[in-house]
């Protein structure tokens, strides 16, 4: 038997004005990104021509992107922020599934006072000063690992895993250690197969976190060659010296890219993996957002 819905002239009225204001809000959102992508690969002759606004340009031209990969700045920066995703995400996924797994246990002796210290972290941090000298004198400055080590485990995101873990069924890891299995064992065979939404959730939280890493890496790196992408973007926009030092290194890209077009062109190289990336594991991020949820 199958349900007909019947809407009436306001329902159809609601629906067109919903779509109406979601078309118009995604259109907004995603004009200044196209408008980035458009000035990066649109001559500076017609960029003049047209008061320096183009919508649709005539003529295409990946100088600015030549430019930028014919550096040693900007290759260098993307591999060091392309490192610190990759491994940062897959020590940051195990420290935090380490810890919540036997934290979601009700038996655990002492669990209470974890949590409670967990949590406190939650309103209270060390600072920016004492964080900065337990860097230094553990010797991470000019490290990558400086970038990855102190945001090891998120509280936020580690609650959000504990409750996955929580309710998941206690009968199905029971009968796997019924069978045989420790606890570890239970974790690689049983649970962490269930997890993947959670997984590919806390996955996508700390991949554009690190992905984006700024702050850390201004505030522990002084050496340029260990700049992290967005800090060599933060550069090109505060300090035009460093356009056109890419700029000498093309003399050909001189008469057609400002330095303005160079740092759209970076824009783009900055954004572009993660708006890649994301259609991949959406299906799985919508699922563990609401199974992993914390609830009341």
Known sequence: MSLVVIKTKTDR?????????????????????????????????????NGGFVLMPTTFTLVAYKAIFQSALVPRALQITAIITIVGTACNLLVTTLLA?????KWLPGRNIVLMMIVFTLIFTGGMIPTYLVVKQTGLLNSI?????????????????KSFFESLSEEIQDAAKIDGCNDMQALYHIVLPLCKPILATLMLFYGVTHWNEFFNGIMYMSDP????LQVVLRNMLQQPQISQELLALNPEARVELPPETLRMALVVVSTLPML?????????????????????
């Open 101 to 105: 797994y036997p934290l979601s246990k």
């Open 145 to 161: 690992w400086a970038l990855i080590i102190p945001s090891v485990v998120s509280t936020f995101n580690l609650l959000i895993m």
């Open 225 to 228: 060659k260990n700049y992290p």
């Open 13 to 49: 009225a609601l629906d067109i004005l919903l779509y109406t204001v979601l078309t118009l809000a995604s259109l907004v959102t995603l004009f200044p990104f196209y408008y980035v992508i458009i000035m990066s690969v649109t001559p500076i002759i017609e960029v003049l021509k």
């Open 276 to 296: 890649v990336i994301y259609p991949f594991i959406q299906k799985h991020f919508t699922k563990g957002m609401m199974l992993g949820a914390i609830k009341g």
